[in-house]
């Protein structure tokens, strides 16, 4: 299973960067004005197509092999609190890492702002949340689960990381999508990290509702910050950081004890540990990586770096 998915996902990014960029090609050319709603929908359905031809070809039984379970109602609700628990951790890498990385997501979620929330809301934290945890918490994450949950957890991680294709988003994708696949481990049920990735996911645009109905504006904010000399900008960002820090190791340790409620809630208490233990037994006759997924690695970690200094240098002319 583990070399099967690893060619997948090499197709799959491979089609992924292919179809995002004739997708922009025709609509460049043709000159169509796509609302920003509609690039939302195709991005999703360029990734959904591979993904659809995999089951298709491997005749997967989405239902058999995937845990789409009924969730217990307080599975549900600790689920939502689990995501919501992220938060400050994905902040907190989002700031590091942009003092190597370009943040892409400002200028998406800022074109967001244009429609009703319900909108939103749906074009961010429901469709993106269904679509990519069928792939990664479902395809992938359970084609490397039976050489074992932390390393299929891990991988599946990485993988969802690197499919953003840029360092700063791979970074705290990495890190929620590890979270994410142990917490589909611990509940049996692929709804639970649905609804903890709608959780992450509706944090910028309702917070920018909330500032909205609050009669702040953002962008003036954004221009006062920008004046400030480099100096205290980067006085400013350090405390950012250490107060971030320090708020993200709480959440983080609020979440795995969350993680430890569900656990023993669904009867896998010790289970992760036990798998941990014999991380390094080889199960299956597999290994974990490929040729094929060592190619598409470093030819993806080569276009992030490539694309970061383009930008970089972009952004000094």
Known sequence: MCKRINIFFACFLAFYVAGSMAAGLVIGTTGIDLPYWGQCLISQAILLIPAFIYVFINKINIYKCIPYRKIKPLDAFLSLVFGYTLIPVVLFINVLTQFISTNYMNDAVSDLTS??????????AVI???????????????SYRKNGICGA?????????????????L????????MFAFLVEVTGSMWSSMIAHFAVNTYSITVMKILSLAGVDVNAMAGQTQQLSSGSMFIATIIQVIVLGAIAMGFLALSILILNKLAERNGKAGFIRRDF???????????????????????????????????????MV
């Open 171 to 178: 970074c705290y994708a990495f890190v929620i999508g590890v």
């Open 128 to 142: 993106p949340p269904v679509v990519e945890e069928f792939i990664f918490r479902g395809l992938i994450y359970h």
């Open 153 to 169: 957890a891990l991988l599946s991680g990485l993988l969802f990381g690197v499919t953003h294709l840029n360092i700063n988003q």
């Open 277 to 315: 233990e014999l991380r390094h037994v080889r199960r299956n006759g597999e290994k974990f990586v490929t040729i094929p997924l060592i190619i598409t690695l470093v030819l993806a970690f080569g276009y992030m770096i490539f694309t970061e200094i383009i930008t970089r240098l972009t952004m």
């Open 115 to 124: 429609y009703p929330f319900i909108i939103q809301i749906i074009l961010l």
